[in-house]
């Protein structure tokens, strides 16, 4: 029995797209499913869009992704040989000939049989002419069958195909000698084994003559599956400028990738009513019979819940490690990783949703001077404030061992002390002028893993900001 073989093929224009990357995910995890193989094939024969800096984001997001592939990263561009060898043989066997009709001439035949009410393919003009490789400028085309039909069951969608005579002899070999998409493509797939081609819905009209080359090439056509299109909400197509589409977008949002994988095997795909995949889930579930035909929307209420999911899940060490670039591009200096840090990762699972939103309120902890958000120092840091927190100053400089349990009735007694005051009236102040912001986690845990030093000093610092601006 042939072993399963499916490849990812991005053209390398820019960043990795989403949709993209779910095609590359749902590849990757069928191979997995089926024991076959995952390969990555670079299709860069468009040289004035192709960039080795694009081919490397491509790549970046795979790796993000950890989506392991088995061959490659194979470059279409240095099959160019390879490609000419089988054009030549089209051409020897008469399967394909050369037409010298120019794009003019055409585009005038072309509007012609449309003002008289006709549906324009290729006429044939060339076609019994037979003009040798001494013709000058010309392209070459596939000699299609006028009749009958290049179908095929599709994995996704069931029966579906093209008539024959709805395509004509298309072109195969542009007038530069270099090869059109369909012809290399199909030769790529064929020579690799690729023996299940899964894609997006917008290659659709691209098979029926893709099967027709490998019809030409007396070669077995894969298996193919179109997949449906992700879409912004209400339907609408997605946005380059509207809408975040790219993969290191959401990296650099510090959404985790196991939080991303999940988003994107769920827009189109389901098993059941389960809503959380691991890598090893999707690698053991997956397939095709259970992937939806219309097109699937990109919910990113979704993604969040996801995310904030596996922030909750993650292991400590592993969290604060993968938070440290985050928090170090917002403090703009090295942090290291430290028991207290990671106190407080424990304590800030529950209400992030990206390693970017822990960071922004992490960033307390490890900041060398801390700024009071103004909105927040204009409500809470006023005068009537001052002996409050003097009065908490004193008793917190005094306390130990430094820990929330000694901290809270700290509190209380303070409270008491100062007629009897609701927390908020404490609290608040004391979150300001130790985190530089109305919100944080519990204050009692919070002050715990700041440690006595920066706590009692920053509660200073607050009564000196409130008596001298």
């Known amino acids: 029995m042939t072993a399963l073989r499916t490849r990812f093929a991005p053209s390398p224009t820019g960043f990795l797209h989403i949709g993209g990357a779910r095609t590359a995910l749902f590849n990757w995890a069928f191979a997995r499913r089926h024991g076959g193989a ?19 984001a491509v790549i970046e997001g795979l790796e993000w992704l950890e989506l392991d592939w088995d061959e490659g990263p194979h470059r279409q561009s240095e099959r160019a040989e390879r490609h000419a060898e089988v054009v030549d043989k089209l051409l020897t066997e008469d399967r394909a000939y050369r037409c010298v009709c120019s794009r003019d001439e055409l585009e005038e035949r072309k509007q012609a049989t449309i003002a008289a009410g006709g549906k324009w393919t290729y006429d044939g003009r060339c076609r019994d002419t037979a003009p040798g ?20 069951d599709d994995g996704v969608f069931g029966p579906s195909g093209q008539d024959a005579s709805e395509i004509g002899d298309a072109i195969i070999r542009r007038s530069d000698g270099q090869p059109l998409f369909h012809l290399a493509v199909t030769v790529d797939d064929l020579d690799m084994g690729i023996n299940h081609v899964i894609r997006g819905a917008d290659h659709v009209n691209n098979t029926p003559l893709q099967i027709a080359i490998y019809r030409a090439l007396d070669a077995e056509p894969p298996r193919f599956a179109h997949v449906p299109l992700i879409v912004a909400a209400g339907g609408k197509k997605l946005s380059k400028r509207l809408d975040a589409v790219s993969v290191q977008h959401y990296r650099d949002q510090g959404y985790l990738p196991d939080a991303m994988r999940n988003w994107l095997v769920r827009i189109g795909w389901s098993h059941g009513d389960r809503e959380l995949f691991s890598r090893d889930d999707i690698a053991g579930l997956f397939d095709l019979d259970t992937v939806h035909r219309s097109s699937a929307q990109a919910d990113p209420d979704k993604l969040a819940w996801l995310s904030q999911h596996y922030l909750k899940e993650m292991p400590r060490e592993e969290l604060v490690g993968a938070l440290l670039p985050f928090l170090e591009q917002r403090v703009h200096h090295p942090v290291t990783a430290t028991p207290e840090l990671g106190g407080l990762v424990d304590l800030l699972r529950e209400r992030s949703k990206t390693l970017e939103e822990m960071a922004e309120r992490a960033a307390f902890l490890v900041v060398e001077n801390l ?34 349990a000694g901290i809270e009735p700290i509190f209380e007694a303070v409270r008491e002390a100062q007629g009897g005051i609701g927390m908020g009236k404490l609290a608040q102040p004391v979150r300001v002028a130790v985190t530089g912001s ?23 610092e607050a009564i000196h900001f409130i008596r001298h601006g």
Not at 38 to 56: G, K
Not at 133 to 152: I, S, Y
Not at 446 to 459: D, Y
């Open 38 to 56: 995952f390969v990555l094939r670079i299709e860069d024969t468009d040289r004035e869009r192709s960039t080795r800096e694009a081919e490397q």
């Open 133 to 152: 490789p001494d013709a000058g400028p010309h392209t070459v085309r596939l000699r299609l069958p006028p009749e009958g039909r290049l179908g095929w």
């Open 371 to 404: 700024a009071y958000d103004e909105k927040a120092a204009g409500k809470h840091l006023k005068p009537a404030a001052e002996p409050i927190l003097e009065d908490l100053h004193d008793r917190l400089a005094a306390l130990e061992p430094w820990n929330a």
């Open 438 to 460: 109305s919100a944080s986690p519990g204050i009692f845990e919070t002050l715990e893993v700041l440690g006595k030093q920066k706590s009692v000093s920053r509660i200073a």
